[in-house]
């Protein structure tokens, strides 16, 4: 199915052309689209309440995507204004002309992606790999990570059959036994490792030295003439994963919150506690640290671009990268929101 160099390119090429990315169909001050990914946060409870939309005061278009290369095609095309897309995914688009912002992390993966291998397989150990079927979403941090997975292991990239499928049709391999193995994250990584083991997940993978991340990013133009929204929107945002960290055992199977999340999301209740569990979720003072948002150039979401953008390089994925992507990154609406110094237009 392609990867950054060429199906990226092919997907955000009608709107980087001439004048670059376009990112003006705002028609209506108070109207949004925004995209995000079926995975199991908990600011999907408040996207199924509509709080985002009482606290702003916006009409909110909630449009599902199944890959961060589509949401960030989306995103150039002017189709959605704020788009949920991982690290690998924005380094790629970051690197192939595209003109966003980062605002917010969704979530540290922690150990939440992982790769499985099915029970007939014949896969026991990583070296079990070589000229199995491997499926994996394209230009997502699932991606990324089984590309330093198979590195770790000394195994190299032509030694596997590595096939590109989005969660759904990653999941209809499965069960068709297409596949070997797959990299994913949940509520397909639930599904799969029904009749299938890990063999390595994201958090073996952080040890190792490379730690993955889900965010939120904006048109900067659209974030620019809509303030109001912006610190509103992170207030939700910050408002919702407090409530998670303060009491998790309170968000279980059985509870509105998780009902919430499964129903847009996918999968049961059930899956949904065992996989939030899996995530970190930061503060907004911990957005701000060097960890993450904070710290400029050697800040952590930068230098994480930086390090996506030169192993997807080293992989073929990318023919050229930035010498930096502190420009992608900005602290503004949760240092606004803090403050509280910001005024509604």
Known sequence: MGCWSARVR????IALVGAGFLLTSVAHPAEISIGYQRVYDPWIHAMATGQFERTTGYEIEWRAFDSSIEVMGA????EIQIGHTGGTGLAGAASVGADFRIFWILHDIGAAEALVVREDSGIVAPQDLRRKRI?????????????????????????????FRDPKELLEDWKA?????????GPILAEISRSGTTLVNSGHLRGWGRPTFAALVVNPEWAAINPGFMTDFVGVLAATDNAYRRNPAAWDHKSDEITNIARIVG???AQAVASMRLYNYPSMR???TRKWLGGGSIG???????????????NGQLRTIRSDYEGFVTT?????????SIQRQ
Do not use: C, M
Not at 10 to 13: D, E, P, R, T
Not at 300 to 314: C, F, Q, S
Not at 332 to 340: E, F, K, N, P
């Open 332 to 340: 503004d609406w949760i240092t606004r929101r803090l403050a509280g």
């Open 286 to 288: 911990e957005q701000l």
């Open 267 to 269: 999968g049961t209740p």
């Open 135 to 163: 499926a994996v979403p394209a230009g997502s941090t699932a991606h990324y990570q089984l590309l330093f997975a198979l590195e770790q292991f000394d195994i190299r990239r032509s030694d596997v059959i590595l096939t």
């Open 10 to 13: 092919g997907i955000l090429a």
């Open 177 to 185: 036994a297409r596949i070997d193995a797959a990299f994913v994250w």
């Open 75 to 78: 995103l150039a095309r002017g």
């Open 300 to 314: 952590g979401v930068a230098k994480a671009l930086l390090d996506n953008a030169a192993y997807l390089k080293e």
